[in-house]
């Protein structure tokens, strides 16, 4: 009987001692999560963007890490991060297929490295050649869910580009919108807290129509993209933060350096 009432007790002390660290182990991912409760947006280059939400899931926006110029696009500057030297990486989105925003070696670097799903439209997909886990080819108007991210895809207006698009995230109660090349805002766009739009001209949007799309958006944040990578859309950065107080209240525009990042936090 004692012998019964010993082995008793000894599982009951083992039941709580698993309760307790089952409740510890929560407290910590309790404190993991105040701890990190904001999205991290971080510049790498012309229109390449990290996206970190606070669970770690991240989105990597229009790569172009291999520095090559084309034609008349000569390259003012360079990108400097390596792309080894980046985490690892969620989903790839890839806006149009021009050269700038559609690094192959870099794309397939990152599906080989992280087992990544890349989502572009036809253009880009059936060049990748991946396998279907890989890749999700969409068109305007398509809404998909990808690792707990709602992605909608949006019209960009780009004429040398043959179907270029923007998207729209949602996650933890934020949407980012990511324009791709474009110079009109879709008037499906809206209710946006973070944008990412062209202010380079020529090809897209430039600073005038950045400041009309931004005003149209009333956004909380707004970060420029796609300028002084090449000599033919370089822009004074001065010029543009004077424009942006003189012609936005209470100025929301980012401009972040590549290589600088910035945070939003989640309510």
Do not use: W
């Not at 950045?210 to 009333?218: C, G, T, Y």
Request: aromatic share 8%; hydrophobic share 35%; charged share 30%.
């Amino acid at each position: 009987m004692y012998s019964l009432l010993k082995k008793m007790k000894k599982a009951i002390c083992k039941k709580h001692a698993k309760t307790d660290e089952l409740e510890k182990e929560n407290i910590k991912e309790s404190i993991r999560i105040t701890k990190n409760n904001t999205i991290t947006i971080k510049k790498i280059f012309h229109s390449t963007f990290l996206i970190t939400y606070p669970d770690g899931i991240t989105v990597l926006t229009d790569p172009y890490f291999n520095n090559i110029s084309m034609g008349s696009l000569k390259l003012a500057e360079t990108n400097n991060t390596k792309k080894e030297s980046l985490p690892k990486i969620d989903i790839i989105l890839i806006s149009h297929e021009h050269f700038d925003h559609f690094d192959k070696e870099a794309i397939k670097f990152f599906v080989e490295r992280d087992k990544c799903i890349v989502i572009g439209p036809l253009e880009v997909t059936k060049e990748l050649e991946l396998q279907k886990n890989e890749e999700r080819t969409v068109k305007v108007d398509d809404e998909i869910v990808v690792a707990t991210i709602k992605i909608k895809v949006v019209p960009a207006q780009h004429h040398q580009s043959f179907y270029p698009v923007g998207f729209v995230l949602e996650k933890d109660n934020k949407k980012i919108y990511f324009a791709g090349d474009t110079n009109t805002l879709p008037n499906i766009v809206k209710d946006i807290n973070l944008a990412i739009m062209p202010c380079g001209g020529i090809f897209t949007s430039d600073l005038f129509e950045f400041i009309s799309m931004v005003r149209q958006l009333k956004c909380e944040i707004a970060i420029p993209m796609h300028y002084n990578t090449f000599e033919i859309i370089k822009i004074d950065c001065e010029k543009l933060k004077v424009r942006c107080e003189e012609k936005l209240k209470n100025s929301c525009v980012k401009i972040l350096e590549n290589g600088e990042s910035m945070q939003i936090k989640i309510e």
